[in-house]
């Protein structure tokens, strides 16, 4: 069973050489009486709050890796064993897996059964899994959007922004991104239908850059990146704005988080701005996908994945989120079947 192994806790940006390719060669069986699921991994999904668990943390929502041992996160399966009456050998799901070819699942760890098949599987990894329901429920539940409303998405082509600017088109809303390159940006307006779209890499002055898009301010702010962007964005809400504080990407590889200036608008705009973590919000999976399956396969909303190849390709992949090289969702392919 090869395996992606966290050699050490990290500081600073990631490196591949943090992880290592290794064998392991203890055999997976569902322990007798236990409600366990084996599994072969098909895909896995590369996403930015891995990194904090590549350092020590207490107390946080998420648990740090353990140093030695295999990598965890988002995945697409088959089920070879189940202890679980609701899985059978045979089925395909998502949910947290190893970054390994094989892998078994506890009962405490979430897991779907996939049941429309229609569609590309590794979809469950983006606009069908976990960065789909992040759009979503931070996108509606969150931010309470209207009609007509203004919304300024960052890390827009990314594999949460791309959605959360399709899903705001939907309703009608004036909708600008934010990305690191050219060919971002070109994504955004040319295949997801951003209204506009810009570079933050070359622009000076952000706060110059938001008043050109935002004349009159913005109602919703889908935070990626906090930092500076986040500082010129209070300066741009208009009064009774919303800011759903999805991630903060631009900030998790420091080892002192940047301060932020602004924060005296949410006041003085009676702001409402509110994190929120996805798992909060999986009850509402079987609404989301009666929504979004019926317009993927009508053509109206549409997802750009990056895929890597093999799982010795995987660490690189993970790595590049923070230097922007992925195109649209990243994932990795460990085995087509
Ligand atoms: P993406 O697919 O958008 O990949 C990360 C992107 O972030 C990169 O491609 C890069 O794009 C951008 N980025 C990297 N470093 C910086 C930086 N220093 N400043 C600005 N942008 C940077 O990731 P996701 O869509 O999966 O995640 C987007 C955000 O949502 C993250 O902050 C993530 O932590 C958060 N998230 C939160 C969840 C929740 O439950 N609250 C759940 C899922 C995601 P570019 O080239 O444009 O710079």
Same mark, same amino acid.
């Given at each position: 069973?090869?395996?992606v192994?966290?050699?050490?806790?990290?500081?600073?940006?990631?490196?591949e050489?943090?992880?290592e390719?290794?064998?392991?060669?203890?055999?997976?069986?569902?322990?007798?009486?236990?409600?366990?699921?084996?599994?072969?991994?098909?895909?896995l999904?590369?996403?930015?709050?891995?990194?904090?668990r590549?350092?020590?943390?207490e107390?946080?929502y998420?648990?740090?890796?353990?140093?030695?041992?295999?990598?965890?996160?988002?995945?697409?399966?088959?089920?070879?064993?189940s202890g679980?009456?609701?899985?059978?050998?045979?089925?395909?799901?998502?949910?947290?897996? *190893?970054?390994e070819?094989?892998?078994?699942?506890t009962?405490?760890?979430?897991?779907?059964?996939?049941?429309?098949?229609? /569609?590309?599987?590794?979809?469950?990894? *983006?606009? +069908?899994g976990?960065p789909g329901?992040?759009a979503?429920?931070?996108?509606?539940?969150?931010?309470s959007p209207?009609?007509?409303?203004?919304?300024?998405?960052?890390?827009?082509?990314?594999?949460?922004g791309?959605?959360?600017?399709?899903?705001?088109?939907?309703?009608g809303?004036y909708?600008?991104?934010?990305? *690191?390159?050219?060919?971002?940006?070109?994504l955004?307006?040319?295949?997801? *239908?951003?209204?506009?779209?810009?570079?933050y890499?070359?622009?000076?002055d952000?706060?110059?850059a938001?008043?050109?898009?935002?004349?009159?301010?913005?109602d919703?702010?889908?935070e990626n990146?906090?930092?500076?962007?986040?500082?010129?964005?209070?300066l741009?809400?208009?009064?009774?704005g919303?800011?759903?504080?999805?991630?903060?990407?631009?900030q998790?590889?420091?080892?002192?988080?940047e301060?932020?200036h602004?924060?005296?608008?949410?006041i003085?705009?009676?702001?409402?701005?509110?994190g929120?973590?996805?798992?909060?919000?999986?009850?509402?999976?079987?609404?989301?996908?009666?929504?979004?399956?019926p317009?993927?396969?009508?053509?109206?909303?549409?997802? /750009?994945?990056?895929?890597?190849?093999g799982?010795?390709?995987?660490?690189?992949?993970?790595?590049? +989120?923070f230097?922007?090289?992925?195109?649209?969702?990243q994932?990795?392919?460990v085995?087509?079947?």
């Open positions: 069973n090869k395996q192994i966290l050699k050490n806790y990290v500081t600073g940006y990631p490196k050489s943090d992880m390719i290794k064998n392991s060669t203890i055999k997976l069986k569902v322990p007798e009486g236990s409600k366990a699921v084996v599994v072969k991994n098909l895909y999904s590369c996403d930015p709050y891995m990194r904090s590549m350092r020590k943390m107390g946080s998420v648990e740090s890796f353990t140093p030695g041992s295999p990598i965890t996160g988002y995945g697409v399966a088959k089920v070879l064993e679980d009456p609701n899985f059978q050998k045979g089925d395909l799901v998502w949910g947290m897996t *190893g970054w070819e094989y892998s078994i699942i009962p405490t760890q979430t897991l779907f059964k996939i049941h429309d098949k229609d /569609v590309p599987l590794s979809y469950y990894t *983006g606009i +069908l976990m329901m992040t979503y429920a931070g996108f509606h539940e969150v931010c209207k009609k007509g409303e203004t919304v300024f998405v960052s890390a827009a082509s990314g594999a949460v791309q959605l959360v600017g399709q899903f705001a088109k939907m309703l809303c909708v600008v991104g934010s990305a *690191g390159s050219k060919e971002k940006v070109d955004l307006k040319s295949k997801f *239908g951003f209204d506009e779209a810009f570079n890499k070359e622009e000076q952000l706060n110059a938001l008043k050109r898009y935002f004349p009159d301010g913005i919703i702010y889908f990146v906090g930092g500076k962007m986040l500082d010129a964005v209070l741009n809400m208009k009064l009774h919303r800011i759903a504080v999805c991630g903060m990407i631009s998790y590889n420091l080892e002192q988080t301060g932020v602004n924060l005296f608008c949410l003085t705009k009676r702001i409402r701005m509110e929120f973590i996805v798992f909060d919000y999986y009850h509402l999976y079987p609404k989301y996908l009666e929504m979004v399956l317009q993927i396969k009508a053509g109206k909303v549409v997802y /750009v994945e990056d895929v890597a190849d799982l010795e390709s995987a660490p690189s992949a993970l790595v590049g +989120l230097s922007g090289r992925n195109i649209g969702k994932v990795v392919i085995s087509r079947e």
